[in-house]
């Protein structure tokens, strides 16, 4: 696929989203920049005009409502932009047990994180299949490899991100499209203060999200099919496998548990 091409962001209003949409700039694609916080998409897509010269389309749009992903595309559409490279990042998590949790929050994530990255998904396929080129860039996680107790849900949607991802690209060989799932460890952005992540080993050693941005867009625009950011997650899945499964979930859970000062 040849630069400049329209990549569709979603989430990029804050932290891998936004580091995201910083280096897809820099190469010169034009973007269109989704998340619901619109003033701060239009201060980053004003940033990105000027240094890049380059087209950026803010949409504010919330992802965890029903048909949140069609009436997106909808709007795309109407403004007469294609997507030649869609970019799944927005996503959410909670930590708590799943019997406390409450059910709109609960809903919301699987939304987000499942729903609508697979409507999108299916939705600008349609196009890539039509014009004979695409990217798809899915955020997943590295609790895309492991059940996590005190983030039962979020994991599950991570490994079903994951796996959806890989069966995609199997399914579109050959049709010059290509599906990345990128697995992130723990990453410094809004994540954590909106999980209640804080007083957890989780946060104690974090990956910048420009270096997690930086890996993704190589790994996409090399149509790889899996991307572990992070050179201390890579070898994640590896030591698991070598882990009685019950081991492997307590150390999760333990991580994910938030200590008393
Ligand atoms: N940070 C980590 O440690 C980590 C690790 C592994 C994977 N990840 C994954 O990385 C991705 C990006 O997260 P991040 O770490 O960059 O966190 P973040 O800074 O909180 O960013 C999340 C983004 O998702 C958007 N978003 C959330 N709910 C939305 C909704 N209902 N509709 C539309 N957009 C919504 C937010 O924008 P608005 O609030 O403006 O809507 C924001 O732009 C997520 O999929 C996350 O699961 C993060």
Redesign the pocket.
Known sequence: MTTPSTALI??????????LAQRFAAAGHALIL????EA??QELAQELRQRHNITVTVIA?????TG?AAALMQDIEAAGLEVDILV??????FNGAFVDSELPQIQ?ML???MI?LTELCHLALQGMKRRGHGRILN?????AFLPCPQFAV?AAC?AYVLSLSESLRHELRGANISVTC?????????????AGNEGTL?MRM??S?EMVAEQAYRATLAGRGMIISGWINKPLPFFLQLLPRSWAMSLAGRAARRQVA
């Open positions: 979603t989430g990029a209003s804050s932290g891998i989203g936004r580091a989704v998340a619901r916080r701060a998409l749009h919330d992802l965890s409502t949140a799944n990042n927005a996503g959410l998590g919301a939304q987000v994180d609508a955020v997943a996680s590295v609790a979020y991570k990128l697995c992130p460890g723990a990453t410094a952005t809004e994540f954590h203060a909106v989780i974090m990956d999200p």
